[in-house]
């Protein structure tokens, strides 16, 4: 094999390994990236800063008892939360519960039902982006 044929082959191999190792939470992160891109032409990507930012923040358009994320999600999210009713949250930190945001449809439920308990409004999708980008470093 020659050298350009091998360069061929390696770079096609890192691509499908690349494609091979995305998943379920990475897919839904770039359906939030295009959406986000559509509406904000100068998106440049989620930061783990603004989602932390975002879980701490005290909002006056949701529920009372729910001013922030942390309301249930716990300040630091490798800790386990409790709901208002006194419901143990399982912590929202990727490291410590693996499988958390790996399904769409209920990644899209909970943030539907606590944007609004906490907003008062939906999320956009630079929040859900930024959000799920601080809990996965975690």
Same mark, same amino acid.
């Given at each position: 094999m020659n050298l350009q044929t091998a360069a061929i082959v390696l770079s096609l191999s890192l691509t499908l390994a690349t494609a091979a190792a995305a998943g379920p939470r990475e897919d839904q992160l770039a359906q939030y990236a295009a959406a986000a891109k559509a509406t904000t032409p100068a998106f440049a990507g989620f930061s783990a800063a603004r989602g932390e930012a975002l879980h701490r923040?005290?909002?006056?358009? $949701? #529920?009372?008892?729910? *001013?922030?994320?942390? =309301?249930?999600?716990?300040?630091?999210?490798?800790? @386990?939360?409790?709901?208002?009713? $006194? #419901?143990?949250?399982? *912590?929202?930190?990727? =490291?410590?519960?693996?499988?958390?945001?790996?399904? @769409?449809?209920?990644?899209?439920?909970?943030?539907?039902?606590?944007?609004?308990?906490?907003?008062?409004?939906?999320?956009?999708?630079?929040?859900?982006?930024?959000?799920?980008?601080?809990?996965?470093?975690?």
């Open positions: 923040q005290k909002f006056a358009g $949701g #529920k009372p008892a729910t *001013p922030s994320c942390a =309301s249930c999600h716990a300040d630091d999210p490798r800790s @386990a939360g409790r709901t208002p009713a $006194g #419901k143990t949250i399982e *912590p929202a930190a990727v =490291s410590l519960s693996p499988a958390r945001y790996t399904d @769409a449809a209920k990644v899209e439920k909970w943030f539907k039902r606590n944007c609004n308990d906490v907003l008062g409004r939906e999320c956009t999708p630079l929040e859900k982006g930024d959000w799920l980008a601080y809990v996965a470093s975690r």
